[in-house]
């Protein structure tokens, strides 16, 4: 089997490998999975974390528009409302 190949049917993430993907701490991928935040399932004896890749990247596309909508927000003629009812 190519080395493709495997990458091909390799359908979950360590927690390492979603922390690399996501340029983040192995700890802060643990916290938005114990927060339920990032969906995970436990594998084996010792409770592995595996994250699957589409689910990984449904995480991602949340995040971007999450960013997007709080742009927008903050262009937004409310972001004026909100700040004057804070003071």
Not at 39 to 64: H, N, T
Not at 77 to 84: L, P, S, V, Y
């Amino acid at each position: 089997m190519h080395a493709t190949d495997q990458n091909t049917l390799a359908r979950f993430l360590t927690i390492a490998d979603t922390a690399e993907v996501l340029n983040v701490s192995i700890s802060q991928v643990y916290g938005l999975v114990r927060s339920g935040e990032l969906p995970a399932i436990r594998i084996g004896l010792k409770g592995q974390w595996r994250i699957e890749k589409d689910v990984l990247e449904s995480f991602i596309l949340a995040k971007y528009e999450e960013s997007r909508r709080h742009a927008l927000w903050n262009q937004s003629d409310f972001a004026g409302i909100a700040e004057f009812h804070e003071s």
